[in-house]
Every structure is written in C-alpha cells, then in structure tokens.
C-alpha cells in the first residue's frame, strides 16, 4: 500500500502540469453539448476531455477529443479536436484544432498558448488496424 502512495505522489512530481481527463464536474455539462453540436449527427460519439489552463486566467480550459463513426458508413472512425477557453462555469468555443491524427490521447500539457499532447498514431510499417508510434503534438492555443 506504501508503494502505490509513493508511486501516485511521484507521478504527481514527474508530471505536475498534466491536465486532468474527466466530465465529473457538474459545471462542465455545456460542455459536453457543445462539443455534441460540433461534430453533429453521428451514430457513435465518444469523447475525452483535458482540463488545463493554457491563458493564465485561473479557469479551466478545455482541449476535447471527438471520436466518431465515418457519417458514410464502413468501418473507420474520425477524430476532431476542439479547443475552449474557460469563462467560470461555462466553456467558449475557440477553434476546431487541425491536423491531430490518433488514439489514446495522454500526457496533456496546458501552458500559456500552447498545448502539448501525445497520441498513438501509425507508424511506417503498422498496419491500419494497429498503430504502434507514439507522436507529440504541440497545439497553439492563440
């Protein structure tokens, strides 16, 4: 139980400007919509939100993930990615956030204008159904 204590405190050092992935406040559900408006109609959505402050406000900012299903069926999936400024309780649309390409998107770094994260993504001999590289991005936030 020690080791576990110890381990979550130094991730907590090693990594001390992560965002947090998560929908559990309460004051973040407009959220949710809007990025439900964005993308539209689909038959599948899944979504990843990243809180982080990238103006140097002190609010939450937000950089989500969109995953969807191809609007023309088949079997691949699309990924937008928007980007919010935080006013309080509720989020502001600012951009739709170009040429992000992958999965599992982790490591989420806010700083002022920028954003860093890593995603999953093809690699030169991987297959379309198995990614293997690991690629970081770095988003402006102006």
Known sequence: MKYV?????AAGLIFPNCAS??????DKANLRMQVKSKVGKVRSLETTPFFGDYNSDGKDDALVFAYYDDRNGGNSTSLDVFLFKGTG????????????????????????GTIKVTLTTLGPNDPRCCP????????SAR
Do not use: C, H
Request: no cysteine; glycine share 2%.
């Open 5 to 9: 204590t110890v381990v979550s405190l």
């Open 21 to 26: 992935a998560q929908w559990n406040n309460p």
């Open 89 to 112: 309780k509720r989020f502001s649309f600012v951009k739709k956030i170009q040429d992000v390409y992958g999965t599992a998107p982790r490591m989420v770094r806010f700083s002022p």
């Open 132 to 139: 293997t590289a690991t690629k970081e991005y770095v988003i």
